[in-house]
């Protein structure tokens, strides 16, 4: 988790994204039947959130613990999960592995949230014979 240069500090001096690695630090070593993440990279910069993201996932495949990872930056879910839970107004939408809701999305939420740029959708009306 990078913690070594904060050893010293005291918590008022970390920033908030210091705080969190800290925070996650501080959970591994309790080993936990589970962890839950929320938005624990939130506050940082592009290049660690790029770090971290690697980190956080060899460490999940290493304790092998369940991880509950709550994300709104669908490109953290899509490179570290195993399995995504997709919500829109507290509903699950879709469940299902990144590859099959990327391809196959359950509704027009699904296939505009997932893939960067978002998918297209086109107005059509289907008439009898099912020819447009």
Do not use: W
Request: net charge positive.
């Amino acid at each position: 988790l990078g913690l070594d240069t904060f050893l010293q500090r005291l918590p008022r001096q970390l920033s908030g994204g210091q705080r969190q690695r800290v925070a996650m630090g501080r959970a591994i070593v309790r080993d936990p039947k589970v962890f839950l993440f929320d938005e624990p990279l939130s506050n940082l910069d592009a290049k660690l959130r790029v770090h971290m993201r690697a980190e956080i996932k060899a460490l999940h495949q290493q304790l092998k613990t369940t991880s509950v990872y709550v994300t709104h930056d669908q490109i953290e879910a899509m490179t570290m999960a195993d399995r995504i839970v997709v919500m829109h107004d507290g509903l699950i939408q879709q469940v299902g592995a990144p590859l099959d809701l990327y391809d196959r999305p359950a509704n027009m939420f699904v296939a505009g949230f997932i893939g960067s740029p978002g998918m297209n959708f086109l107005p059509a009306v289907v008439e009898k014979g099912g020819k447009m």
